[in-house]
Every structure is written in structure tokens, then in C-alpha cells.
């Protein structure tokens, strides 16, 4: 069973950057669609950014695209989120997920393994 753990959440200013990482148990790193999620105070999770295994190519949420990069290291068994130009908007705990499989998914219901999320605060 895999297992996640998030680092790198903070308070920071707004306009400043931050990097996440989710580092992964288990051998099969490099066969996971990796994904980011966040769900600030009285709002549902809600998609932010992902890396298929196989595909490559990053996705993301309208809201922080063009801000921020997500990549993976898989000699690392690590995901990182580097995060620029945050905003209070951006204020939420920060989740990873991983799961399997041929298809990227945006739905938060669609990964069964979650990291313990990662606070992060913007401050105006």
C-alpha cells in the first residue's frame, strides 16, 4: 500500500511562493498519476494540479495556471508543487493523492490513497 506525506505548507505574503512535496512509499512510483488537491474552510476539495504516470503532460485548474508547476521525481518517489504568486484565495490545507490506471482523473473520489495534507496561509 502506498503512502503519502505532504511537506512544505506555511504562512506566507501575498505575491510570495511556496513549494509542496508529497513524498511516496512503496516501488511503483513511477506508475502513478500523481495529483494535487486543496479544500479551504467551508468548501469542498477541489482539483489543483496532476501528472499522469505515462502521459507527462501536467494538468491543471484554471485558478493556477501559469502560477504554478507541478512536477515529480521518481528516483525520489516525490511530487512536488512550486507555487508563485500565491494570493489569500490560495489559502487552503494542500492534499496529495495517487492512484493507478490508464486515465487521469479531477475528481477527488476517483483516488483511494491520500497524503495527511499540508496547511498553507496567504496572508493579504
Known amino acids: 500500500q502506498v503512502q503519502l506525506v505532504e511537506s512544505g505548507g506555511g504562512l506566507v505574503q501575498a505575491g510570495g511562493s511556496l513549494r509542496l512535496s508529497c513524498a511516496a512509499s512503496?516501488?511503483?512510483?513511477?506508475?502513478?498519476?500523481m495529483t494535487w488537491f486543496r479544500q479551504a474552510p467551508g468548501k469542498e476539495r477541489e482539483f489543483v494540479a496532476g501528472?499522469?504516470?505515462?502521459?507527462?503532460?501536467?494538468y491543471y485548474a484554471d485558478s493556477v495556471k501559469g502560477r504554478w508547476t507541478i512536477s515529480r521525481d521518481n528516483a525520489k518517489n516525490t511530487v512536488y508543487l512550486q507555487m508563485n504568486s500565491l494570493n489569500p484565495e490560495d489559502t487552503a490545507v494542500y492534499f496529495c493523492?495517487?492512484?493507478?490506471?490508464?486515465?487521469?482523473?479531477?475528481?477527488?473520489?476517483?483516488?483511494?490513497?491520500w497524503g495527511q495534507g499540508t496547511q498553507v496561509t496567504v496572508s493579504s
Open positions: 501528472l499522469h504516470w505515462r502521459v507527462g503532460t501536467p
Open positions: 493523492a495517487a492512484r493507478g490506471g490508464a486515465t487521469f482523473y479531477r475528481r477527488d473520489v476517483d483516488y483511494a490513497v
Open positions: 512503496g516501488r511503483f512510483f513511477s506508475t502513478l498519476t
